[in-house]
Nanobody, 129 residues
Framework: QVQLVESGGGLVQPGKSLRLSCVAS????????MSWVRQAPGKGHEWVSG????????AYADSVKGRFTISRDNDKNTLYLQMNNLKPEDTAVYYC??????????????????????WGQGTQVTVSS
């Protein structure tokens, strides 16, 4: 069965770093563009970053540009999000999501779960001193 399993979240102080991972199974990972979407307490979903199936193109929300880096290892069926210089406003549950690639340049930039083919269970990131 299809699974997206996120890990790497936790409690971290402002200015520190975390790396999230998302392991995919049950579908052909290389055929899917991937995104990270987050949901802060009491708020709606927010798209964070996306990457094409081959990893050649990436995109970031303005709120994380220059601090976060998305990448993927298609041999390991794994998506990553390196988060540096974390801020309290980055506190959220982080989800990875998959959408079939389509055009080679396509990067999914939506935040609604129903716009994706697959969606993970999330990992909590808390940034606090």
């Amino acid at each position: 069965q299809v699974q997206l399993v996120e890990s790497g979240g936790g409690l971290v102080q402002p200015g520190k770093s975390l790396r999230l991972s998302c392991v995919a199974s049950g579908f052909t990972f290389i055929n899917y563009a991937m995104s990270w979407v987050r949901q802060a307490p009491g708020k709606g979903h927010e798209w964070v970053s996306g990457i094409t199936s081959g990893g050649s193109r990436t995109a970031y929300a303005d709120s994380v540009k220059g601090r976060f880096t998305i990448s993927r290892d298609n041999d390991k069926n794994t998506l990553y999000l390196q988060m540096n210089n974390l801020k309290p406003e980055d506190t959220a549950v982080y989800y990875c999501a998959a959408k079939v690639q389509g055009a080679w340049y396509f990067i999914p930039t939506t935040q609604e779960p129903q716009t994706y083919d697959y969606w993970g269970q999330g990992t909590q990131v808390t940034v606090s001193s």
